[in-house]
């Protein structure tokens, strides 16, 4: 079986290859859960000779200035044999035996991504190295810290590469290697110096002092090995690299380490250290160091991936599947999602969402305050009585009553309820059209589909306005047919009148004294009130069965005629969904096969009732 740093290695590289490394992101992220050590040191501190040493290869780039400008993810793999190769995860099919073609290919690939004026790039390289020199290990190489911008850089590249090396080592889960030089002050080490920032108590960083053989005669590094200088909690580590000389010679590595031995063994002052000096001593500790951080993250692991694949399901199931491809399929889903809405729609007019008690507003006080509001009194004014019934009259006076001045009063103070009646239904049509609004806002399938979202409001709209235009024709005739013909049975229950109408030797005008037109007035305003409080319940009636009760039944009908004429193309584009929610289901969706990978593998080996069926595998190596 493989051991806990492999198994951490493979959940990095998966991480990796779906866009997880860490950084702020929309999505659950496992990476920052999975332990790692970050090398972090200054230019020319020694950084890349340190990892050499470890590896036992010359594998970096060299050069001047900022040479490392994106992560490059180390994993150590001990394998049995003779045989030594190199992978990236970014070309997995290559197996680069030269470790010079592997120092180029890590140049190359930090060009493709950062381009070539030397910018920075968050997103790691992964390199695997494969050998039996080597002890199962995971480094990530961070850009080496620096105080001034080469020529080509912009001038917020130091400010960049602290933050990025911040946003590693700032995380509890990070082990820090601080590589420090030994032949500066300890007040110029920027490797101390960010680390104590973030990791003040030295609970999770390593010291590594370089160049310990370059220290001025008569010095030594004995206080800071010791931790009298600085103390962390973890003993620092003295190392021994190739010079410049060795590595233009290109002295092998093996025998780097061989003299490195020889250094701590023969030197008088670290004599007594040198069982924990050394890059093989490193090696070995982190690896042990780093196998223990891991079974002690275990639990914190599991919760992770038991929070994140929780959400990551609920998110899937809101975004739905994605669209099938046929016309059948199409043209289902397009039906299925209508009567979404459309159950929706029906749920506010009846209740059982809110907005549908708007409509009684309108019929209840809208309409009545309308009716309220009309100027009969103006229509009925004496000098207006006056002149409708001498109007009527003609050259001849009425003989018992003013019949028809009656009905031309009544006619005109009728035709004014015209405006309250189309009132109401224009009222009660924008609030049907409000609920559309709601109702496709509110069905969650349309989010999926904005051109179908916006297909389906229009149809709505059109039919509403259709309806609109009906209920008003039925609730206008309503109010003509009040005015065609009046109801006799009011007027034969009214007093008779006995009484002369005038004095006919008098003007045509002054034909009715004013107590008649009071009378004529009175009358007609009681039977104009008759009429409206008849309407006040008859007009409702006419709208909400012209205009809400079809709403209900058929305010997409026209849309489903009309779909099932449409060709293929057309219903794909119905279905085109937004890019940015196809890109995010696929995401979501690879995301959950990496998080749910741990849970099938412990299930086969574990059985079902194992820790939380998350990672309960790793304990084994415990």
């Known amino acids: 079986m493989e051991n806990l740093i492999s198994l951490v290695n493979k959940l990095q590289r998966a991480c990796t290859a779906l866009g997880d490394h860490g950084e702020e992101s929309a999505l659950p992220t496992l990476w920052d859960s ?213 590595i233009n010679k290109s002295v092998d590595m093996i025998v780097a380490r061989h003299r490195e031995r020889e250094y701590f063994a023969n030197t008088t002052e670290y004599k007594y250290l040198a069982h924990r000096m050394g890059s093989e ?114 050259y001849q006076p009425h003989l018992i009553a003013p019949e028809q001045g009656y009905r031309h009063l009544i006619e005109s103070c009728l035709v004014s309820i015209r405006g309250p009646a189309e009132a109401a239904v224009d009222a009660v049509h924008a609030i049907l059209k409000e609920l559309v609004r709601k109702a496709i806002s509110e069905t969650d399938e349309l989010n999926q589909f904005p051109t179908l979202r916006v297909e389906i409001s229009n149809a709505a709209f059109e039919s509403l306005d259709r309806m609109r235009n009906e209920s008003k024709k039925s609730t206008l005739k309503l109010v003509d047919m009040e005015c065609s013909y009046l109801t006799v049975d009011f007027f034969r229950k009214l007093p008779q009148d006995v009484e002369k109408g005038g004095n006919p030797t008098n003007s045509i005008f002054d034909r009715y004294n004013d107590s008649y037109l009071r009378r004529i007035s009175t009358n007609v305003l009681a039977y104009v009130n008759m009429v409206c409080s008849s309407l006040r319940n008859s007009i409702p009636k006419s709208i909400v069965y012209c205009l809400v009760r079809e709403a209900k039944r058929t305010l997409l009908d026209r849309f489903f005629t009309e779909l099932g004429a449409r060709e293929i193309k057309h219903l794909s584009k119905l279905l085109d969904e937004d890019p940015a929610v196809m890109e995010r289901r696929a995401n979501l969706a690879k995301r959950l096969e990496l998080y749910r990978s741990p849970r099938q593998k412990s299930m086969r080996l574990c059985g079902p009732d194992s820790l939380v069926n998350y990672l309960p595998f790793l304990a084994f190596y415990g």
């Open 281 to 394: 001593h490193l090696a070995k500790m982190l690896s042990k160091h780093l196998e223990s951080v891991i079974k002690s993250r275990i639990p914190g692991i599991q919760s992770l991936i038991s929070r994140a694949i929780a959400e990551l399901e609920a998110e899937l199931h809101r975004l739905r599947k994605p669209i099938v491809a046929d016309a059948r399929g199409k043209l289902y889903t397009i039906m299925e999602i209508c009567r979404m809405f459309d159950g929706i729609y029906k749920e506010h007019l009846d209740g059982m969402r809110p907005g549908g008690e708007k409509i009684y507003y309108v019929f209840d006080n809208q309409f009545p305050v309308a009716l309220k509001r009309l100027q009969f009194d103006k229509n009925l004014s004496m000098e207006n009585v006056r002149k409708f019934i001498t109007q009527a009259d003609g």
């Open 34 to 246: 999975l332990p790692a050590i970050a090398v972090v040191g200054g230019q020319s501190s020694g950084k890349s000779s340190v990892l050499e040493s470890v590896v036992g290869k010359d594998f970096l780039p060299r050069g001047s200035g900022i040479v490392t400008r994106r992560p490059l993810v180390l994993q150590l793999h001990r394998i049995n044999g003779d045989r030594e190769y190199a992978e990236f995860m970014h070309n997995p099919t290559v197996k680069y035996t030269d470790f010079a073609l592997v120092r180029k290919e890590i140049a190359d690939e930090t060009e493709r991504a950062t381009g070539h004026k030397k910018h920075i790039s968050p997103v790691p390289i992964y390199l695997s190295i494969y050998s039996p020199n080597v002890v199962d290990l995971t480094l990530i190489d961070l850009p080496g810290l620096t105080k001034v911008a080469v020529e080509g850089q912009s001038d917020s590249i130091v400010q960049d590469i602290e933050t990025m090396v911040r946003s590693f080592i700032e995380k509890p889960n990070c082990i820090i290697l601080a590589i420090s030089p030994a032949n500066q002050d300890l007040a110029t080490f920027d490797a101390i110096k960010i680390s104590r920032e973030v990791d003040p108590k030295g609970e999770r960083t390593f010291g590594v002092l370089t160049k310990i053989d370059l220290m001025d005669k008569g010095t030594n590094a004995v206080d800071m090995l010791e931790g009298r200088s600085y103390r962390l909690q973890y003993p620092w580590i003295g190392v021994v690299n190739r010079s410049q000389q060795d």
